[in-house]
């Protein structure tokens, strides 16, 4: 845990910031369980409410990301004001998130793939990519001045601060490490987080969307059957945890080199 962590109980040490409540459930649930299980405090951010969504509505999703939220055993969970469906990676929405960073301080930020079906996700990639990087500048203002009214646009579960930070919107930060989230995605991954422990936990994550996943009329042509949702994403995780020599697994890319110690405790076997 890290030392801002211990100073501010709303900091997080890995804050995943998706475009869609859900995506997050999908894409990194088992990573975020492992890391919580490790001490570390972990936070959600979503980009957009899901008014536009073929299934359930605002309301709906709101209730459901809070369930999911403490099955991931996530400290903080809120989303943004941003239209569903229609993302925008504009100065406006960047400083919408620099709110957030400097509030909760996170060491790791998890993005989605830069190349996505979605529309919304490729933009989130690139929107929460500049927004971390505006977050470490000093001069960046966002507007917030420490008067109520001025707070961003958030809904979800609340968590008042004393951060500084989050109420003038003046002290930079920086997150030490931006990872993407690779599971859609037709790239090999630079790693792989071995979620064999949480396999269970992360489906019932993903599975409190009642509204998305159970059985229903509307968008029968485009959704999985909810019969078939465990057999795929369970398998979907097998695939990645057999190229790591594990169990389950969730991928990631990160767009940096790696740095190596010792070459005798690298893990996973070559042959």
Same mark, same amino acid.
């Given at each position: 845990?890290?030392?801002?962590?211990? @100073?501010?109980?709303?900091?997080?040490?890995?804050?995943?910031?998706?475009?869609?409540?859900?995506?997050?459930?999908?894409?990194?649930?088992?990573?975020?369980?492992?890391?919580?299980? =490790?001490? %570390?405090?972990?936070?959600? %951010?979503? &980009?957009?409410?899901?008014?536009?969504?073929?299934?359930?509505?605002?309301?709906d999703r709101a209730r459901?990301?809070?369930? @999911?939220?403490?099955? &991931?055993?996530?400290?903080?969970?809120?989303?943004?004001?941003?239209?569903?469906?229609?993302?925008?990676?504009?100065?406006?929405?960047?400083?919408?998130?620099?709110?957030?960073?400097? =509030? %909760?301080?996170?060491?790791?930020?998890? +993005?989605?793939?830069?190349?996505?079906?979605?529309?919304?996700?490729?933009?989130?990639?690139?929107?929460?990519?500049?927004?971390?990087?505006?977050?470490?500048?000093?001069?960046?203002?966002?507007?917030?001045?420490?008067?109520?009214?001025?707070?961003?646009? &958030?809904?979800?579960?609340?968590?008042?601060?004393?951060?500084?930070?989050?109420?003038?919107?003046?002290?930079?930060? =920086?997150?030490?490490?931006?990872?993407?989230?690779?599971?859609?995605?037709?790239?090999?991954?630079?790693?792989?987080?071995?979620?064999?422990?949480?396999? /269970?936990?992360?489906?019932?994550?993903?599975?409190?969307?009642?509204?998305?996943?159970?059985?229903?009329?509307?968008?029968?042509?485009?959704?999985?059957?909810e019969e078939e949702i465990? /057999?795929?994403?369970?398998? /979907?995780? =097998?695939?990645?945890? %057999?190229?790591?020599?594990?169990?389950?697994?969730?991928?990631?890319?990160?767009? /940096?080199?790696? +740095?190596?110690?010792?070459?005798? &405790?690298?893990?996973?076997?070559?042959?």
């Amino acid at each position: 845990m890290t030392a801002d962590s211990v @100073a501010d109980p709303t900091a997080a040490d890995v804050l995943a910031i998706a475009a869609h409540r859900d995506d997050v459930e999908q894409t990194c649930g088992g990573t975020l369980l492992r890391m919580a299980s =490790r001490g %570390l405090r972990t936070a959600i %951010l979503d &980009l957009t409410q899901g008014e536009a969504g073929t299934r359930g509505s605002a309301e709906d999703r709101a209730r459901e990301a809070a369930q @999911a939220a403490r099955l &991931l055993g996530v400290s903080w969970r809120q989303a943004l004001d941003l239209p569903d469906g229609a993302v925008e990676n504009t100065l406006e929405n960047r400083i919408k998130i620099v709110r957030v960073l400097r =509030r %909760l301080r996170p060491r790791v930020v998890i +993005l989605p793939y830069w190349q996505a079906r979605h529309p919304d996700h490729s933009a989130t990639a690139a929107l929460g990519y500049e927004a971390c990087f505006l977050s470490g500048l000093a001069k960046m203002e966002t507007g917030v001045t420490g008067v109520p009214g001025d707070a961003p646009t &958030l809904k979800g579960t609340p968590a008042p601060s004393s951060s500084p930070g989050w109420q003038t919107g003046s002290v930079p930060h =920086r997150p030490f490490k931006i990872v993407y989230a690779s599971l859609y995605a037709d790239v090999r991954p630079t790693f792989i987080v071995d979620i064999t422990p949480f396999i /269970e936990q992360r489906h019932a994550a993903l599975m409190a969307y009642r509204s998305q996943y159970a059985n229903q009329a509307a968008g029968s042509a485009l959704f999985v059957p909810e019969e078939e949702i465990r /057999e795929r994403t369970f398998a /979907e995780a =097998r695939h990645y945890g %057999l190229l790591a020599g594990v169990r389950y697994g969730e991928p990631f890319v990160q767009k /940096e080199v790696g +740095l190596v110690d010792d070459l005798t &405790l690298l893990p996973v076997q070559s042959i």
